[in-house]
């Protein structure tokens, strides 16, 4: 069975999806963009802050189900600009030991909602 995860520290969903749902141990959270939770306002000065702000709601995810950073398996990040990827990646890594970080895949894609930057889900072990 599974449990639907939500918190009212992270952006709430604008569609008929939840933040995350949990299933036998598992924490799937859904694409999280820089919204300001506190603003609704999209963080996009510069692809430093939207990527911050992305990782924040992420973290307001973990944060409400007992979890940190570290319970994430694998992160799927998926960038408007392939030519960012050093910027995102520097920001994504203050998130993360290196020697435990996820796995994950970065993904150029042709949009993303809202007409962000960056869109970034995460499997997460619980317990």
Known sequence: MKKIHNTTNA???VGPYNQATIHNGVMYVSGQIAINP?????????????THQVMKNIGAILTEGGL???N???????????NMYSRINAVYAEYFDEATAPARE?????NLPKFVNIEISVIVAVG
Do not use: R
Request: hydrophobic residues 50%.
């Open 11 to 13: 952006p709430a969903p």
């Open 38 to 50: 506190a603003t609704s306002e999209i963080v996009n000065d510069t692809i430093e802050a939207e």
């Open 68 to 70: 940190t950073y570290e």
């Open 72 to 82: 994430i398996l694998k992160a799927s990040v998926f960038v408007a600009d392939m």
């Open 106 to 110: 970065l993904v150029e894609v042709a």
